[in-house]
């Protein structure tokens, strides 16, 4: 790709000490040189070297007295193209300011996400990295961040071209087959392709299995708390939260929406929800609160069921409401009453006794279908259907070339091909593309 125009965005959130503006194109250093003015000129600074100088407008109003200014020259630069950041003053009108006049000189606003979007399309990075990137601005956890970090680095895509590599040197042998069929080449066994191929599935199937965790550390999972009224949910959000975020007293019904808050546990990053108590009676405002705390529950990944250990356990069974994810049995207040119920984990907000067996039983519940933790790489749901694609096809490409059915074996490589180049950008149609990069932030 060689784009013929220059694109421009602030590339840090308002408010912050420094606000940089990212340019990127054939004009980027022309552009930023007829605002910014050093000792040299732009053109003249070292190369990826922060220079100090003043910055106007195209008129000569002046923006900033103190802007720094780094130019790197393409391709080696993030976009692989002209790149020059202008690092000025933190506030929304500076850096409104430069914006401003960098599109006064013939810049153009940058898409969300076009910067990155550039850098896959002149070969800085493959879909997988640039995915990474939005990855690690969202994360939600350590775990998460660390995982977008190694996708970043590229190591989904290796193992991803080296897959695609192996499918493809098949696909190359049976092309052949089919093009000199009277030919005496020196061909491969059928036996040794067939083997490769199963390698490739075994490798299909390994990264399918951290589909899970990919979904689990990027979006997180919602974890509602719920219970009758008085049982310490409210509290329990609080202590889980490590501040007070809401309000606690003994009047039953004193929470009648629901409250949410973000949260990590064990890694885990969660959307944590504290509800009404579930009760017969109340107003009219705290049944319509009950109504939603049933909705939230039933459409939770995880619910926690919290009851009062000072009150018989058969006064407060788990609703037979049609759950959608795991649901614990909490008791709370084990300071006040023993409890001695298997299936309950009994736990003492205001003590904190029993915390660690909840947040174990959190774990256990999340990866409840994981037998072993992957610590290379996830993969996202888009990546998960086109392994399945590729799964598929590669195993119907095998049982074709155990019939030496070439004809059908090659169609059935040739998907496999398509759905591995998908994934890493190798073959991908320009509306995937659009929608991945529509989900960036702009100035990335």
Not at 43 to 67: K, N
Not at 106 to 122: D, V
Request: aromatic share 4%; with cysteine.
């Amino acid at each position: 790709m060689v784009a013929d125009d220059t694109i421009c965005a602030i590339s840090t959130a308002l408010g912050g000490a420094v606000s940089i503006v990212r340019v990127s194109g054939p004009d980027a250093e022309k552009n930023c040189g007829r605002l910014w003015h050093g000792r040299a000129s732009l053109g003249e600074t070292r190369a990826r070297e922060l220079t100090l100088g003043r910055l106007s407008s195209v008129d000569g109003e002046l923006i900033d007295p103190q802007c720094l200014a780094v130019r790197m020259p393409g391709p080696h630069s993030y976009t692989g193209e002209d790149v020059v950041e202008l690092q000025c003053h933190g506030g929304a009108l500076c850096a409104r300011l430069a914006l401003d006049a960098l599109l006064k000189t013939g810049c153009r606003l940058a898409e969300p996400g076009e910067f990155t979007k550039r850098a896959f399309l002149n070969g800085r990075m493959d879909l997988t990295q640039a995915e990474a990137v939005a990855d690690l601005i969202g994360a939600g956890s350590e775990a998460a961040l660390r995982l977008a970090g190694r996708h970043l680095a590229g190591r989904l895509g290796e193992r991803i071209r080296s897959l695609h590599g192996t499918v493809s040197d098949v696909l190359a042998e049976v092309t052949s087959r089919l093009d000199f069929p009277e030919e005496e080449l020196d061909w491969r066994d059928p036996k040794d392709m067939m083997d490769g191929l199963a390698a490739v599935r075994t490798e299909l199937a390994e990264l399918l299995r951290t589909r899970r965790e990919g979904e689990v550390l990027r979006g997180g999972l919602s974890l509602v708390i719920i219970g009758p009224p008085n049982a310490g949910k409210s509290s329990l959000l609080n202590h889980l939260l490590g501040r007070n975020r809401a309000i606690v007293t003994d009047i039953p019904g004193t929470t009648r929406d629901t409250i949410e808050a973000p949260l990590v546990i064990r890694g885990i990053p969660l959307r944590l929800m504290d509800t009404a108590g579930i009760r017969d009676g109340g107003d009219v405002v705290e049944q319509a609160g009950m109504t939603r705390a049933r909705e939230c529950a039933e459409a939770a990944d995880l619910v926690i069921w919290l009851v009062d250990a000072t009150r018989p356990l058969s006064e407060q069974p788990v609703p037979a409401w049609d759950f959608r994810g795991s649901v614990l049995r909490v008791v709370n207040k084990t300071d006040l009453a023993e409890v001695a119920s298997p299936e309950a984990i009994p736990i003492s907000v205001k003590t904190g006794d029993g915390m660690e067996g909840l947040y174990d039983a959190i774990e256990k519940a999340v990866w409840a279908d994981r037998t072993e933790k992957h610590d290379d790489v996830a993969v996202a749901a888009r990546h998960a259907a086109l392994l399945e694609e590729a799964g598929d096809a590669v195993r119907r490409a095998v049982e074709r070339i155990g019939e030496e059915s070439w004809e059908l074996a090659a169609v059935d490589l040739r998907t496999a091909v398509a759905a591995l180049g998908r994934i890493t950008g190798q073959s991908v149609e320009p509306d995937v593309l659009g929608a991945i990069f529509s989900k960036f932030c702009i100035g990335k």
